[in-house]
């Protein structure tokens, strides 16, 4: 089993800036693909970055440019660098790990979630 507990979330203003943690425990597979996703009232959950054992990352377009994604194999941890923060990226944001080595974009894919931390950008 394993677990993901994401920190971090808060309230910030329009231009601002937050940083994200998932910290990884228990069986955590050897090769795996870390993700950011994220669900606004209403919306459903969408894909923002992911990162891939090697360190290859992926981002959805609005986060192009203003989100960063990295990860540290030794501590288990992912981390979203979030930078010029706009009131649409409000939403809770989810960790998610998937138990294979490539990156998918789709939540069916990923088998493991943290509870979710709420983002909120005021304008």
């Known amino acids: 089993q394993v677990q993901l507990v994401e920190s971090g979330g808060g309230l910030v203003q329009a231009g601002g800036s937050l940083r994200l943690s998932c910290a990884a425990s228990?069986?955590?597979?050897?090769?795996?693909?870390m993700a950011w996703f994220r669900q606004a009232p209403g919306k459903e959950r969408e894909f923002v970055a992911a990162?891939?054992?090697?360190?290859?990352?992926q981002y959805t377009d609005s986060a192009k440019g203003r989100f960063t994604i990295s990860r540290d194999n030794a501590k288990n941890t992912a981390y979203l660098e979030m930078n010029s923060l706009k009131p649409e990226d409000t939403a809770v944001y989810y960790c998610?790990?998937?138990?294979?080595?490539?990156?998918?974009?789709?939540?069916?894919?990923?088998?493991?979630w943290g509870q979710g931390t709420q983002v909120t950008v005021s304008s």
């Open positions: 990162v891939r054992w090697s360190g290859t990352t």
């Open positions: 998610a790990l998937r138990a294979a080595p490539l990156v998918s974009l789709s939540a069916a894919a990923y088998g493991y």
């Open positions: 228990g069986r955590t597979p050897s090769t795996n693909v």
